[in-house]
């Protein structure tokens, strides 16, 4: 078992092997500790007792009935958010920004279990049954005013107990100035609910108190390659059809352009920003997204194409053609790992 301190002279490869309950790692001591410790100062700062205890894991999750939540391994040392990267392409929560954005989603979750607030009838009136099950994907409305934006893809869509969980956090969120973002948009209802709610259990003791750790690091034995392996065929989209007649509106097969660069060579130029943009755009996993443009370069060594337009011009094509056939990708709806 490798100690914390040679991970870093680990290859990918040595790394992929090992067990996950073989990671050497702890929250303490590392930025996660301060971003916990952020999180309750945030809770604290509303009157709330309530601190939801947090355990490494293999995602990050809040299990039924307890009162805190697991947060991924990769944040828990550089040397694996580096392996998150080149895996999957992204880091979900790797800066502070964004891992205190998770964190008041899961301590929704947390605080809807702390106080059972799921089994209240206004809770179920404006937020939808806590026990519908889980869907394996949902297709979100766009321009709904019915729910708050926090997470991406719309994710207050997916679930009652995730609507919930996100309109908390945008509550909890420090100057989110909620009241003015929502005026007039029927999620405001929700808003109002989490703040009286949650003004009412100002200084008072959670009436679920347990420390329970679902799922901790140490207990899984399953290894680095095959969680990596699962996690990539989670995100994997609907394979594309046909779509070279959108591709020779980009680039150009005809013999004037022969000594133009290479579209694959465009591509894989353009391919980690094209991959991000479009990422940040629709809400979709930037693994999804780069398997798009993988299949594209694929087509284009295959047909052989140059480019024909400037490179801005070229660039902007391809963002409108990434984009829609992501959305077309997703037609079956957003599959993200529940958070
Ligand atoms: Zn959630």
Known sequence: ????????????????????????????????????????????????RFKPHVWLSEEWF???????????????????SKLERSQVLEVEGGTEREC???????????????????????????????ARRYPDSYRPKPNTRNYVLHLPAWYAQAHPAE????????WLAPGSQWRRRYAGWPALRKLEYVDEIMRGLAGRAPARASRARVAELGELETTLRDHYRNKRKHYALDRLSGYDRDLFRIFSAEPRHASSPSAV???????????????????????????????????????????????????????????????????????????
Request: net charge positive; glycine share 8%.
């Open 1 to 48: 078992m490798p100690r914390a301190k040679d991970l870093d002279r680990l290859t990918d490869d040595q790394l992929l092997d090992l067990r996950l309950c073989e990671l050497p790692l702890r929250i303490k001591g590392t930025p996660l500790e301060h971003r916990v410790a952020r999180l309750h100062e945030e809770l604290g700062a509303r009157g709330l």
């Open 265 to 339: 060579g465009f591509l894989q130029r353009n391919r980690r920003e094209l991959g991000r943009e479009v990422a940040e755009g629709t809400g979709a996993h930037a693994y999804a997204v780069d398997q798009i443009l993988a299949t594209m370069i694929g087509r284009c060594r295959e047909l052989k194409l140059r480019v024909g337009l400037t490179p801005e011009h070229t660039k902007q094509r391809l963002l409108v053609l990434l984009t829609a056939q992501t959305m077309n990708g997703i037609h079956s709806g957003y599959h993200r790992i529940p958070l």
């Open 163 to 170: 609507d919930f969980a996100e309109t908390f956090a945008v």
């Open 100 to 130: 205190l954005r998770i964190m008041r989603h899961e301590a929704g979750h947390a605080a809807d279990n702390a106080f059972g607030l799921h089994s209240e009838r206004r809770y179920r009136s404006l937020f939808g049954s806590f």
């Open 62 to 80: 809040t299990p039924d009935g307890v009162p805190g939540f697991a947060v991924p391994f990769y944040l828990a040392h550089p040397r694996l």
